[in-house]
């Protein structure tokens, strides 16, 4: 266990929906990432937050966004979802900008 | 653009045998270099890393990877594999002060006991 919480475990949709996937990270953290892992393209870096802020982007569609509240926790959010939007997405998180990025359970995301 | 290979997509050993998954990435300037693991079901762990210092790492359940530099790579290794050692294997990058981690495709082992 890492310590990285995400919600929920599964989720199924359908296309157009929007959804929010929750993730809290390690106590004392600062910094968030989000990953989508899917078949086709892999483990992609979607984006990070730290202390609050946008740090970095990564391959972020623009109809997904996040967030990192006060408390440190993050969402992740889809809309307008397409079938190709299936995938595994992973929370991280670190202490600092720069240290080692520790990875939550992930959510399994299924577009229908 | 950073790239990171990982050329063998399924490795398959029988218990006791040695590994060796390759890793190789293009950027020229200073990384940070990891391998992590996914068994069947589960999240990412890290297996090792390295920042800087002695190129041979050593990482948990007896893995160990040499990162050389004129050679882009960063190769995993373990002396004998168990069947529990049947995950998926990730190799991956961060160009220093970025902390965004480029990962190659992953190495699926299987272990036959």
């Known amino acids: 266990d890492s310590g990285v919480t995400q919600t929920p475990k599964h989720l199924i949709t359908a296309t157009g929906q929007r959804v929010t996937l929750r993730c809290s990270p390690r106590s004392g953290d600062l910094s968030v990432y989000w990953y989508q892992q899917s078949l086709d393209q892999g483990l992609q870096f979607l984006i990070q937050y730290y202390n609050g802020e946008e740090r970095a982007k990564g391959n972020i569609l623009e109809r997904f966004s996040a967030q990192q509240f006060p408390d440190l926790h993050s969402e992740l959010n889809l809309s307008s979802l397409e079938l190709g939007d299936s995938a595994l997405y992973f929370c991280?998180?670190?202490?600092?900008?720069?240290?080692?990025?520790?990875f939550g359970p992930g959510t399994r995301l299924t577009v229908l | 653009a950073q790239s990171v290979s990982q050329h063998n997509h399924h490795v398959i050993l029988s218990e006791a045998a040695s590994l060796e998954l390759g890793c190789n990435y293009s950027?020229?300037?200073?990384?940070?270099l990891f391998w992590y693991v996914q068994y069947p079901g589960q999240h990412l762990q890290l297996l090792l890393k390295?920042?800087?210092?002695?190129?041979l790492v050593k990482g948990i359940k007896g893995f160990e990877a040499e990162f050389i530099k004129s050679k882009f790579s960063f190769n995993l290794r373990k002396p004998s594999v168990q069947w529990s050692d049947t995950a998926e294997y990730f190799c991956a990058v961060d160009k220093t002060g970025a902390n965004n981690l480029f990962f190659g495709t992953g190495t699926r082992l299987t272990v036959i006991p």
């Open positions: 950027y020229g300037g200073t990384v940070n």
């Open positions: 390295y920042f800087s210092g002695d190129p």
């Open positions: 991280a998180s670190s202490p600092q900008k720069t240290d080692t990025q520790y």
